[in-house]
C-alpha cells in the first residue's frame, strides 16, 4: 500500500511541434537502424526510437610509393578529420581490396603514374563496375601534363590534383579534398551522410 501512497504515474510528452516533426522525416529519410529498448513518443513509431545512422568517411588511397603513402597518411592524420585511410600500391591490388571489402570506400584518390599501369586503365575497369561506377575518383598525382589531364577526365576522374610540393601545403590540400568530397559531395550509395 505504500508503494501505491507514493506512485504518480508518469508525465505525458508534449506534443510534437512542426519542427520535431521535421527532423524525425528527415532523420527516417536518411540512414537510420532501430532500437527498441530507447525510449519513445507516442503516435510516431510505437516502441521504436529511431536514430541517425552516421556512415564513417573512408579514403581508398592508390600509389606505388611507400614514401608518398606515409606522407599522405601523416597528413591526414594532422588535418584532426575522423577519416579511415586505405591504401594499396598498384590497381590490382586495389581491385582485389575493392572485391572483397563490403563498404565501399567514400573516395578513390588515384596516383597516376602507378608502376604496373597508368591511372586510365583503372579509371576504365572502374567505371565499367556497376557496384563501383560511382565512387568518386580524385587523380592525385605529380604530373602537371595537360595531355595527363584530358586523359583522366575522358575516363571519367571526378578530379584531379596536382600533388604539393611541402608537407604544409600537403595537410591544407589534403584538408581541402575531404572537406569537399567526403563532407559535401554526395553519390547515391553515401546518401543520409550527415554534412
Avoid at 510534437?16 to 503516435?43: A, D, E
Avoid at 600509389?63 to 603513402?69: A, F, M, Q
Avoid at 590490382?92 to 596516383?111: K, Q, W
Wanted: proline share 7%; hydrophobic share 40%.
Amino acid at each position: 500500500m505504500e508503494f501505491l501512497q507514493n506512485y504518480s504515474p508518469p508525465k505525458r510528452r508534449p506534443p510534437l511541434t512542426n519542427r520535431m516533426r521535421f527532423k524525425l522525416q528527415l532523420s527516417v529519410s536518411m540512414n537510420i537502424f532501430c532500437t527498441p529498448h530507447l525510449p519513445f513518443h507516442p503516435g510516431i513509431v510505437p516502441a521504436i526510437h529511431l536514430l541517425i545512422m552516421v556512415i564513417h568517411s573512408s579514403i581508398l588511397l592508390i600509389e606505388d610509393s611507400p614514401g608518398e603513402r606515409e606522407l599522405f597518411r601523416l597528413a591526414l592524420v594532422q588535418t584532426g578529420l575522423d577519416v579511415t585511410l586505405f591504401a594499396e600500391q598498384d590497381s590490382e591490388e586495389a581491385f582485389h581490396f575493392l572485391n572483397n571489402h563490403s563498404d565501399i570506400p567514400s573516395l578513390i584518390l588515384l596516383d597516376w603514374h602507378l608502376g604496373k599501369q597508368r591511372g586510365d586503365e583503372f579509371l576504365k575497369q572502374l567505371r565499367a563496375d556497376t557496384r563501383l561506377a560511382a565512387v568518386p575518383v580524385v587523380v592525385f598525382t605529380t604530373s602537371d601534363d595537360t595531355s595527363d589531364l584530358s586523359l583522366a577526365y575522358a575516363n571519367g576522374a571526378n578530379g584531379y590534383v596536382v600533388k604539393p610540393g611541402t608537407f604544409a601545403e600537403l595537410i591544407q590540400c589534403t584538408t581541402d579534398i575531404c572537406r569537399y568530397w567526403l563532407n559535401r559531395n554526395r553519390v547515391p550509395h553515401m546518401v543520409g551522410t550527415p554534412c
